[in-house]
């Protein structure tokens, strides 16, 4: 009964076009509905109930992992929701669930609302591209579609390390594969070690979380192969001192030369409610590696990036106050969201007077 009652609510969810759906003790089945929380008119879920549906899904092994490390993340294939990925944590000692759905397309540029210039990075022979932003703002989604692009115009090898997979890439022109932590891989780091032994030329990660990660995907970077990944960090600047300062010593100023050779450029996205409800609209900061970005880089001059981002036009690079004021004037968010969003809210208020 309780897989039965699983597939409803996933059918219910994507019945809605719900981003995602949660279910927590307490609480009738939750849907995340144009970045809002619907509550469905169903009872509230039990602890019994939600203990036995993550029974029916775990195996023997994930289910070890979970009650090892009290939070586990896989991905399923349903029949009627598609491909979906599954969070599972505890609360007062009793697993819950959120679940996210990956779609069964890879979006256009247009739909998405991502930049043009987004696809000169996607063609870049090396470097490392970075996509960031909080949980939500569809960095994998970017993530995907830089990786459709590659295998959709270049003869190559791509390696995917995903926790988990969300979207699984035919070969198009480029051979993909793509490898699942715990189901393939051990751990990110072991995978990024072993990954360069078997002949890449692009290398996807699906978030790179720590000093070790880090300075795999850097190396790899230098060394002829081209390398995105995602980090969660709201702009640019920050997502560039997390970098460094994961660092210290010696091996934070190797870093910062490394960053400052490798870095082929960045883009900073969030989804914000558009004017009508009905949808979320990307808004985004994207930087351009040029020769000043670079030079910042190496003098770790990181505060300079936000002029540089301003000025920068030419080179395709967007400031995220500018991206803001610009999709208010297109009516496509409202005032106070753009206001709201802003990191330096006089920006916005004096260009919309």
Same mark, same amino acid.
């Given at each position: ?36 929380? $619907? ?34 993340? $896989? ?226 001059q990181l505060h300079h990036l936000e002029n540089t981002l301003q000025t ?42």
């Amino acid at each position: 009964m309780s897989a039965e009652n699983l597939d409803r609510f996933l059918a219910a969810a994507n019945d809605f076009d719900a981003s995602d759906l949660h279910l927590v003790v307490g609480v009738p089945p939750a849907f995340r509905v144009n970045g809002e929380i $619907i509550i469905a008119d169903e009872d509230a879920l039990t602890e019994q109930q939600l203990t036995a549906m993550a029974t029916s899904l775990l195996n023997e092994q994930q289910q070890r992992k979970f009650d090892l490390d009290w939070e586990l993340c $896989i991905s399923l294939l349903h029949s009627v929701a598609g491909r979906v990925r599954a969070t599972f944590y505890r609360r007062n000692g009793h697993p819950e669930m959120s679940f996210r759905f990956c779609g069964e397309r890879i979006a256009t540029r247009a739909e998405l609302g991502l930049p043009d210039r987004l696809d000169e990075l996607a063609r870049k022979p090396n470097g490392l591209v970075l996509i960031t932003g909080p949980t939500g703002a569809g960095k994998t989604t970017t993530l995907n579609y830089l990786v459709d692009v590659i295998n959709s115009e270049r003869r190559c090898k791509i390696v995917t390390i995903e926790d988990p997979i969300e979207f699984v890439h035919q070969n198009k022109r480029a051979i993909v594969v793509q490898q699942e932590v715990l189901t393939d891989v051990r751990s990110f780091n072991r995978a990024l070690v072993h990954v360069l032994r078997q002949d890449p030329d692009v290398i996807v990660v699906g978030e790179m979380r720590d000093f070790e990660a880090i300075s795999t995907a850097l190396t790899a970077a230098e060394t002829g192969h081209l390398v995105l990944a995602t980090m969660h960090s709201p702009n640019v600047s920050h997502a560039l001192e997390r970098i460094i300062g994961v660092f210290e010593g010696s091996a934070q100023r190797q870093i910062v030369l490394q960053l400052s050779n490798a870095l082929q450029g960045i883009i900073a996205q969030d989804l914000l409610p558009a004017t009508d409800r009905t949808r979320r609209v990307l808004a985004y900061e994207l930087l351009m590696a040029n020769g000043a970005v670079r030079n910042i880089i190496r003098e770790n001059q990181l505060h300079h990036l936000e002029n540089t981002l301003q000025t920068g036009r030419k080179d395709g690079m967007v400031l995220m106050d500018n991206c803001l004021y610009d999709l208010y004037c297109k009516c496509q968010i409202s005032y106070d969201t753009a206001v709201s969003r802003a990191r330096q809210p006089d920006r916005i208020i004096r260009q919309g007077l």
